[in-house]
C-alpha cells in the first residue's frame, strides 16, 4: 500500500464523528449487556430528543413573534436547554470508549456506567412529570397515585433538580472508574 492510500484511510477514520466512533466502539467491545443496551437506547432518546427541539423551534419562535426581548433570549434557550440535556445523555458512552482507548475498560465499570445512563434517562422522565402543566396531567394508576400525586404537587423548577443530580452521578461513576 502505498504512502497516499494510507493517508488517505487515516483522514478518512479520522474525519468521522466523534459520537459515531465512540457508539460503535462501545456498542462492539462492552463486555457489559447493560451498558451495549444503553448505547441504543441514549441513541434512540436522543434522536427523539433531537427531533423534539426542531420540530418545537419553530412553534416557540411563532409564539414569541413580536414580543419582548425576554422572550427572544428564550428562542435561544430551547436548543441550549436541549444540548444540556444531550451532553450527559452519551456521557456514559463517550466515557466507556474513553476507558477502552486508555486501557481502564472493565465489566464492572462499564456496567455502573449503564446503570448510571439509565438512572439518567429516568431522571429527565421524573423531571417531566415534575413539571407537566396541570391541563396536561393524568390521573396515575392506583398502585402509583401517592407517588405521581406528591411529584405533582412539587414546585415546577424542582423538576431541574433530577436530571442535575443524574448528571453529577455520571461524572461521579466516571471518577469512580479513574480512581
Known amino acids: 500500500m502505498t504512502d497516499a492510500a494510507t493517508d488517505g484511510a487515516a483522514t478518512e477514520s479520522s474525519s468521522r464523528s466523534i459520537l459515531r466512533k465512540s457508539y460503535g466502539r462501545t456498542f462492539r467491545s462492552s463486555d457489559s449487556l447493560l451498558l451495549r443496551s444503553y448505547a441504543v437506547v441514549s441513541a434512540l432518546v436522543g434522536l427523539f430528543m433531537v427531533a423534539l427541539v426542531l420540530l418545537g423551534l419553530p412553534i416557540w419562535i411563532d409564539q414569541t413573534e413580536g414580543q419582548t426581548a425576554l422572550n427572544m433570549i428564550g428562542r435561544a ?70 407517588v405521581i400525586e406528591f411529584l405533582y404537587g412539587l414546585p415546577s423548577l424542582t423538576g431541574l433538580l433530577p436530571p442535575v443530580i443524574g448528571a453529577i452521578l455520571i461524572f461521579a461513576v466516571q471518577r469512580w472508574i479513574w480512581r
Open 77 to 146: 434557550l430551547l436548543p441550549l436547554v436541549g444540548l444540556a440535556l444531550l451532553a450527559p445523555l452519551v456521557g456514559p458512552v463517550l466515557y466507556a470508549a474513553k476507558n477502552r482507548e486508555k486501557g481502564r475498560a472493565d465489566r464492572q465499570g462499564d456496567a455502573a456506567l449503564g446503570i448510571a445512563g439509565y438512572l439518567f434517562v429516568a431522571s429527565m422522565y421524573l423531571a417531566l412529570v415534575i413539571s407537566a402543566p396541570a391541563d396536561a396531567r393524568s390521573d396515575p394508576p392506583a398502585l402509583l397515585a401517592p
